[in-house]
C-alpha cells in the first residue's frame, strides 16, 4: 500500500482523472478521490471531509480553476492546491500561480505531478509549522522559547545594533555556524557587502514600522563562504512595551530559488528555439525562390557561353555570371542546412573515421601554429547519418575554435559514448533519453559571454570582423546537427576558452550494401531521339530546360501543370520514355501526376526536381518510391547527365 492521499478532484471527464489517479499509483501514493464540477459539489466534499490536496482543471462548462481557488480561500483553506490542464497556455499559467495556485501540470506531462506533490505538501507542513510559531510568539515567551528550538525554520533576535541576542538550532544548521559564533556577530557579519547598506534600511524601516508586513528575500554568507538566499518575516522586538531589537522567522529558499533561475534559463533557452525554428522556415523558403531564380542564371550564362568562343569578351562575362550563381547556390545550400531542410544521404558511419580523415586537411586549414589533439574513444557507437555533414560539422566547428585563439594554441577533439537518462533531460529541456554519440570540441581562446551565446546559432551573426567570415558556420552547424535529431550544449567563459558538445543519437543497425551507379560521361549525354514530358510551372526554368533537353538530341513536350500533362499523355498514346516534372505544381503535385502516368504506363522512367527541401519536396517519399531527383539549381551539364542516367538505367 503506498501512502494515502485525500485528494478533490475537479473535473469533468472520469478518463482524465483516472490518469491522474493512475501517475499518483505510480508515484508511491494511495490515492482517496471525489471528483466534483461545479462550485456546490465542491462546496459539499469540503463540509464532509477534510482534504490533503486540490486538483483542478482549468476550464469546464460550469467551473473553472479561478473559480476552485476562490472557493478555497472564501473558506480560508490553505491547501495545495494544483492546476492540470490540457489547454493553458503559459500568460494563463503564470496568472494562475500570482492568484494562489501552487503549480500547472500540462496534462500530456503528467510525470511532473507526483514531485509537485510531494514538493508542496512538504511545503504544506512547512507553512503550518510556521504558523504555529508565529502564534506561539505571541502567547508567551515560555512558549515561544519551545516553538522557536524545534521550528524547521530559522528565527533570530537582534538588537537595535542589529547584533545577535538569540538565534533557534535550524538557523544554526542552515549557515553552519554555532550559537556562539551568532552571539558574537552582527547581521552585516553575514551579508555580502554590497548589501550592507540595504540591510540596515529594511532594519530602520522595520524599527519605524514603515515596512510592509511581508516577508522579505535577502543573500547572506554562511561559514562554509557559501551564499544563501533566505525569505524573512520580521517585526519589531518588544520588552516591557518598548522595542529593544528585532525578531525574525528566516526560511532558506536557495533550492527555491535556484529552480526558479533553472526555470527561467529553461524558459529562455525554448525563446531562443523557438526563433531558430522561425529562422529555418523563413530561410527554406527564401532558398526555394533563390534556387529557382539560380537555376535560370546558371542555365542561360551556360548556353550563352556554349555559343561563344572562349576568346570572346563575352565568353568572360558569361564565366563570371556562372560562377556567381555557383557560389550563390553554395551559401544557398547553407542556409537550407541551417533550417534543417536539406535531404541527407544517410550511411552507417563512426565519427572516430571521418576526424581521422580530416585530420591533414583541419591541420592545413588551421595553420602550423594551433595544434590540433584527438581523444577518440575507440569503442564509439556508430551514427546513421550524412557523411559529408559530419566533416562540415567537425570542419565549422574546428575553424570556429580557430578563430577564436591566437598563435601558439591548442584544439581538442573528442569523442565518447553517453548514456542520457530522464535526469538530464529535465535540466536540459531540448535533450531526449536513449543512447548518443558525444563530438566535443575544445579550444582555449576568447571565450564568450551569455549574450554572444544567445546569438551564435543565427544566420549571419558574426563577431568578426567585416570580410572575415559569412556568420553562417556555427548556423550550418545547428541545422545539421537539428535534422540528425541531436542537440549541442556550449559552455564559455570569457578569457577561458569555449566547448561545443554535439550529441547525435547512436545506431546499431546493420549497414546495408549499395550498389555503385555506373556514372555517364558527358560526351555519351546526347539524346537519341528518347521523348520526353517535361513538367515545370516556372517559366524561365521551363524555357531552359526545353532548350537543354531538345537540342540535345531530345523529343520534347511542355506542359505548365499536370491537367497539361495528362493531356499531352493522352493525346500521343503515352508514348514517352521519360517524364521529367517539378514537385511542386499549382492543384497537383509532380508525385500525383507521376503515379498516375505510371498506372497508364509502368515502364515510364521519373526524374523529379525541385527549389523546396523541406516537407513541400516529398523527399521521404520520393527516396522511397526510389525516383531520381536533382535539386535545383542544376545546370546545363548536370541536367543531361542525369537524364542520360535515367533513360539508360535498367537496360
Not at 503535385?589 to 498506372?599: A, I, K, N
Request: aromatic fraction near 8%.
Amino acid at each position: 500500500m503506498g501512502t494515502p492521499l485525500r485528494i478533490l478532484i475537479i473535473e469533468d471527464s472520469e478518463d482524465d482523472t483516472l490518469l491522474i489517479m493512475h501517475e499518483l499509483k505510480r508515484g508511491g501514493y494511495d490515492p482517496k478521490y471525489e471528483r466534483v464540477e461545479t462550485a456546490g459539489a465542491m462546496n459539499d466534499a469540503l463540509n464532509q471531509q477534510e482534504w490533503d490536496i486540490v486538483i483542478s482543471d482549468h476550464s469546464m462548462p460550469h467551473f473553472n480553476s479561478f473559480n476552485a481557488l476562490d472557493v478555497l480561500k472564501k473558506r480560508g483553506l490553505d491547501l495545495p492546491f494544483f492546476l492540470v490542464s490540457g489547454t493553458i497556455d503559459e500568460e494563463m499559467a503564470v496568472s494562475a500561480m500570482k492568484t494562489g495556485v501552487h503549480d500547472y501540470i500540462m496534462k500530456g506531462n503528467l510525470p511532473r505531478l507526483v514531485p509537485a506533490v510531494q514538493r508542496e505538501l512538504r511545503e504544506a507542513v512547512v507553512r503550518r509549522e510556521r504558523k504555529k510559531a508565529e502564534e506561539a510568539l505571541r502567547e508567551s515567551e515560555k512558549k515561544y522559547r519551545t516553538l522557536v528550538t524545534q521550528s524547521p525554520d530559522g528565527i533570530f533576535i537582534v538588537d537595535l545594533q542589529g547584533t545577535f541576542l538569540a538565534v533557534n538550532k535550524s538557523m544554526c544548521e542552515s549557515l553552519k555556524y554555532s550559537e556562539e559564533d551568532f552571539l558574537s556577530m552582527k547581521i552585516w557579519d553575514i551579508v555580502p557587502e554590497k548589501y550592507v547598506d540595504l540591510h540596515k534600511k529594511r532594519l530602520a524601516d522595520i524599527l519605524r514600522g514603515e515596512a510592509p508586513n511581508e516577508a522579505a528575500e535577502y543573500v547572506v554568507r554562511g561559514k562554509d563562504e557559501k551564499m544563501h538566499y533566505i525569505e524573512v518575516l520580521s517585526s519589531p522586538y518588544f520588552r516591557e512595551n518598548e522595542v529593544i531589537g528585532l525578531q525574525g522567522i528566516a526560511r532558506d529558499i536557495t533550492e527555491r530559488k535556484r529552480a526558479e533561475e533553472e526555470r527561467e534559463k529553461m524558459q529562455a533557452q525554448l525563446i531562443q528555439a523557438q526563433k531558430m525554428e522561425s529562422i529555418g522556415t523563413l530561410a527554406g523558403g527564401v532558398a526555394h525562390d533563390f534556387n529557382n531564380l539560380l537555376t535560370t542564371i546558371q542555365g542561360y550564362a551556360q548556353l550563352a557561353m556554349m555559343s561563344l568562343k572562349e576568346s570572346d569578351s563575352f565568353y568572360e562575362n558569361f564565366k563570371e555570371i556562372q560562377q556567381a550563381s555557383v557560389r550563390a547556390a553554395k551559401l544557398t545550400r547553407q542556409l537550407l542546412l541551417f533550417s534543417r531542410q536539406q535531404p541527407m544521404d544517410l550511411h552507417l558511419i563512426t565519427l572516430n573515421e571521418t576526424v581521422d580523415n580530416l585530420m591533414k586537411m583541419l591541420q592545413r586549414l588551421i595553420g602550423e601554429d594551433i595544434t590540433v589533439q584527438t581523444d577518440l574513444d575507440p569503442n564509439l557507437w556508430t551514427n546513421m547519418a550524412d557523411p559529408g555533414n559530419m566533416e562540415q560539422v567537425i570542419m565549422n566547428l574546428v575553424v570556429n575554435a580557430r578563430d577564436a585563439m591566437s598563435e601558439g594554441k591548442k584544439i581538442t577533439i573528442k569523442t565518447e559514448n553517453v548514456d542520457i537518462d530522464e535526469g538530464y533531460c529535465e535540466i536540459y529541456k531540448y535533450a531526449h533519453p536513449g543512447k548518443f554519440v558525444c563530438l566535443s570540441v575544445e579550444d582555449i581562446g576568447i571565450g564568450m559571454d551569455k549574450e554572444v551565446i544567445q546569438h551564435i546559432f543565427e544566420p549571419f551573426f558574426t563577431t568578426k570582423g567585416p570580410g572575415k567570415g559569412t556568420g553562417l558556420g556555427l548556423s550550418v552547424v545547428y541545422g545539421i546537427v537539428k535534422q540528425n535529431e541531436g542537440w549541442i550544449n556550449v559552455y564559455s567563459e570569457l578569457g577561458r576558452g569555449s566547448v561545443f558538445k554535439v550529441y547525435l543519437p547512436a545506431s546499431f543497425v546493420e549497414s546495408k550494401d549499395e550498389t555503385k551507379k555506373e556514372v555517364i560521361s558527358i560526351q555519351d549525354c546526347h539524346g537519341k531521339g528518347e521523348r520526353i514530358l517535361l513538367v515545370e510551372d516556372d517559366d524561365g526554368i521551363r524555357e531552359f530546360a526545353k532548350r537543354v533537353l531538345f537540342e540535345s538530341g531530345y523529343v520534347g513536350f511542355e506542359a505548365a501543370n499536370a491537367e497539361e500533362a495528362l493531356n499531352i499523355f493522352g493525346k500521343e498514346k503515352g508514348d514517352f520514355h521519360l517524364v521529367f516534372s517539378d514537385v511542386v505544381l499549382p492543384e497537383k503535385s509532380g508525385l500525383q501526376l507521376v503515379e498516375q502516368l505510371l498506372c497508364r504506363k509502368p515502364e515510364l522512367k521519373v526524374l523529379l526536381t525541385s527549389g523546396y527541401t523541406d516537407q513541400k519536396s516529398q523527399w521521404p517519399v520520393i527516396r522511397e518510391k526510389g525516383y531520381r531527383f536533382i535539386q535545383k539549381p542544376y545546370g546545363l551539364t548536370d541536367l543531361l547527365r542525369v537524364v542520360r542516367e535515367v533513360i539508360e538505367q535498367g537496360k
